[in-house]
């Protein structure tokens, strides 16, 4: 398993930004997929944004299209989360996961597939 650490949420207004940090320590060989899920209170926890371990492959939920984007810098072992013209809607617990996969250009979206998560980090957007 890796070992994952979020960092940067906070409490802020709709239209700001905020960038989740999510480092990576212990299965660092950087072939795994890794991806953002967020829970709100009474929801399931869903799929934010993903990163195939190739770089190459990008998923994002229909409701972050335009407004976040996901990179890595894998000399750091970190994964980022920009999140731009944040909105209320967007408040959740928000957790960095890591997949190992074989397929180099894969992106899963079942929260099953992930067996390394981060504790998470809390957004609040009020309006």
């Known amino acids: 398993q890796v070992q994952l650490v979020e960092s940067g949420g906070g409490s802020v207004q709709a239209g700001d930004s905020l960038r989740l940090s999510c480092a990576a320590s212990g299965r660092t060989d950087s072939r795994d997929a890794e991806s953002w899920f967020r829970q709100a209170p009474g929801k399931e926890r869903e799929i934010v944004a993903g990163?195939?371990?190739?770089?190459?492959?990008?998923y994002y939920a229909d409701s972050v299209k335009d407004r976040f984007t996901i990179y890595r810098e894998d000399a750091k072992n970190t994964m980022y989360l920009q999140m731009n013209n944040l909105k209320p809607e967007d408040t959740a617990i928000y957790f960095c996961a890591a997949a190992a996969s074989r397929d180099p250009w894969a992106v899963p979206v079942d929260d099953g597939e992930y067996d390394s998560w981060g504790q998470g980090t809390q957004v609040t957007v009020s309006s």
């Open positions: 990163i195939s371990w190739s770089g190459t492959r990008f």
